[in-house]
């Protein structure tokens, strides 16, 4: 057979996967990313079909058609994989920018086609002396050297700096797909460059080559690693759906992000404000603001709008991430209060009735000298809010000590840890600043409570106000909570999982012992495509719903994606986890009543043991994996497949 015959074939067999595997993304239209991907692939087949269409032909006819199919794919891949990169890190293409952008594309493709009028795009000769086509001409034309080389370079380049530069906003544990994306685009642009720069033969395009010796790679990124089966703006839509303003600074103290609630409340223009020193964006705030960032500590600023508001600073932990450093100003309207406040300090009755009627407990403390002569704080009034805080009623808290309110406070606490808090407050007091701070309060018989202590001056006085926020608390860990579980099955999600496994593991004695078993569901994927996604989301809970039963409470069971689930199991030895792992096999084997329809959907395990196959969650997963792989390929094919059959041991 011919080799051009033969490279030819290879090349249209390629162009038609790529141009199946981009349909089937354009359709699904499922994911982040996924439509302009898919458009991205069916461009990239329509290069490949053209280089293997040069290679077949015999006249100078299907030669220009395989050339004009060439030209498509080097005119739009770089605008397409712009667009694409852009999506997938989260920005859209306008209309009106898509339609300009295009313009020299089109422009090339157009001139590609009748460049044997003018030779814009190429110079004769057209082939060799032998008769053979160039598929790459001795010379190019002024449109190719000076617009359209250097037009897609620029774009192309553009690209792949929004896909790295945007690796910061992707979760952590989908940086690996981002950055596999990046490097898999390595090899054709370098392939590019050389036959632009006229290395290799003349007489075959072989771009086109290295795209066809990508598409495995390429197939596994979108199948295998599904680096598009997620939204990198999860961050992003937490962070600006926030109800409290927040606003982040960098090492240098210049604004880098702020959620739509700051630009609001602020009255700050989100693209300003980049570009806006910190000062000048705070206005007289700015002294408060630089006070928090130096002092660590809370703070309270009017803005020029009038607002009141409370400042706290955080800094961002680069120990366990790799974002860059950098402060989290966050802070909470207190305007309304401050307003009454001012309002209630005009009247003393209405101060009192305020404060005996306000949910917050309220304790007024004045220095005194004590017996011998030491000066201490003692309380002279507490609202009926405090009494229900600090359980006792106020007239046993009026002339307690400070030292006194604070173990009430704290359940627990001991007189030099009360002693050291209350001198915190003095300290405050004393330069007329505000300490908060919170508290965890139990008492016995009763729920754990968290208190946020506020002491601020007063005059000569100092008062000290309880706030509940239990409930924030809660919200908090309920926010977690969501962040660390899978919402469909309500198991934990990956990054749950790979957290309580990795402290379960490390919190186990030296001679501990254990397993982790790998579940996938085999016929899950055919269920899924032939009743649709709702059956398929049904048989995932029942199918949790089975592991839990089957195993313990105290194993950890999670969901890394798909059909896969994975499970901790600690303290047992090599035959109980078998046993387990057989349980669970002939759990899972059972029929699944889903909408008036029994389905079978077995499962194949993996099981690794802790810590004869490995001694780290990466190792034992690794280990689990391959050996459910292992188990899934024996029953490839095999419909009357069960029991432990279905289980496969790590090596």
Known sequence: MNLNVAIAGVLIFAAACYALLGLRLVVLRRDVGTVPIGVLFIV??????????????????????????HFVGTALVPIVAYVCFREYTGTETSATRLALLSFIPVASIG???????????????????????????????????????????????????TLISHSSAVAPAHRRGL?????????????????????????????????????????????????????????????????????VIDDHRRVIGLNHTAESMLSIDGAK????????????????????????????LLTDTGRFLHVQVSKIDTHRT????????????????????????????????????????????????????????????????????????????????????????VTGMGDQEATSLVDRFATSAASSEVLDVEVRQRSAGMPLRWLRVICEPVGDDIAATFIDITDRKAKERHMNSIAMSDPLTGVLN??????????????????????LLFIDLNEFKGVNDRFGHEVGDQLLKISAERLRTSLRTRDIIGRPGGDEFVALVPDVDQETAEELARRLTSALEAPYNIAGRELVCVASIGLALYPDNANTLTGLLREADQAMYRAKARSRGVNDISGSDLLEKAM
């Not at 814009?120 to 034309?141: H, I, K, Q, S, V």
């Not at 994306?181 to 290799?200: E, M, N, Q, R, S």
């Not at 100003?329 to 101060?351: G, H, I, P, Y």
Request: charged content about 20%; hydrophobic content about 45%.
């Open 273 to 300: 404000a980049l570009r806006t020193p910190l000062e000048e964006l705070f206005g007289t705030g700015a002294h408060e603001v630089y006070e928090a960032l130096e002092t660590g500590e809370p703070q309270r």
């Open 179 to 247: 950055f596999l994306l990046a490097a898999a685009c390595v090899l054709p642009i370098c392939a590019t460059v050389a036959y632009d720069l006229g290395v290799g033969p003349n007489t075959i395009s072989y771009v086109p080559l290295v795209f066809a010796a990508m598409l495995p790679v390429y197939a596994w990124l979108i199948v295998g690693e599904q680096i598009i089966e997620f939204t990198p703006l999860a961050y992003e839509t937490v962070f600006q759906n926030m109800q409290d303003p927040v606003v």
């Open 111 to 161: 001139l590609a086609a009748t460049n044997f009028h003018h030779e814009f795009m190429w110079y004769a000769p057209f082939a060799n002396e032998a008769g053979e086509f160039l598929t790459r001409p001795t010379d190019w034309g002024p449109w190719f050297l000076f617009v359209h080389l250097p037009y897609s370079y620029l774009l192309m380049g553009t690209a792949l700096f």
């Open 44 to 69: 990239v087949g329509l290069w490949v079909v053209g280089g293997g269409i040069e290679l077949l032909s015999t006249t100078f006819l299907g030669f220009s058609i395989g050339r004009t199919g």
């Open 494 to 515: 990956r990054r749950g999982f790979e957290r309580r496994a990795s402290k379960r593991l490390s919190q186990s004695d030296d001679d501990a012992t254990g397993a």
């Open 322 to 409: 790799s974002a860059r450093g950098g402060q989290v100003l966050m802070f909470r309207d207190v305007s309304d209060v401050e307003r009454a406040q001012s309002e209630v300090r005009k009247s003393e009755k209405l101060l009192r009735t305020l404060i005996d009627h306000s949910v917050n407990g309220v304790v007024r403390f004045r220095w005194s000298d004590d017996s011998v002569g030491e000066r201490k704080l003692r309380s002279i009034f507490a609202n009926p809010a405090a009494g229900k805080f600090l359980g006792s009623g106020v007239d046993d808290i009026v002339d307690c000590s400070a030292t006194q309110i604070m173990r009430l406070a």
